[in-house]
């Protein structure tokens, strides 16, 4: 294997607490965010995008949303990266 082993993508699927959570309206229906993706991008930035279900129950599609600017929200996505790396590093190899 080379020194030089390309990682395409990070990512990790975060819950929203309660206390954090928003609802978001796309074409017509209200979605109710629950959970956060967050993307390790090359430049070593955070990518955030939230993700939820219909308000009025139902599959619904899998529609994406930005992440409103919040301190509390952007201190749960930096302590949920801070987190992962923590458990890749102590990762025990494949199972």
Not at 30 to 47: I, Q
Not at 64 to 77: H, I, K, M
């Amino acid at each position: 294997m080379s020194d030089e082993v390309e990682v395409s993508a990070l990512a990790i699927n975060v819950t929203i607490p309660e206390a954090l959570r928003w609802t978001d309206t796309r074409r017509g229906e209200v979605f109710a965010l629950s959970t956060l993706n967050v993307r390790l991008l090359p430049d070593g930035c955070l990518a955030v995008k939230a993700y939820g279900r219909p308000v009025a129950g139902g599959r619904g599609a899998y529609v994406s949303f930005a992440v409103p600017d919040s301190p509390e929200l952007a201190a749960l996505v930096a302590e949920a990266a801070s987190r992962a790396g923590q458990l890749w590093a102590a990762h025990r190899g494949m199972s």
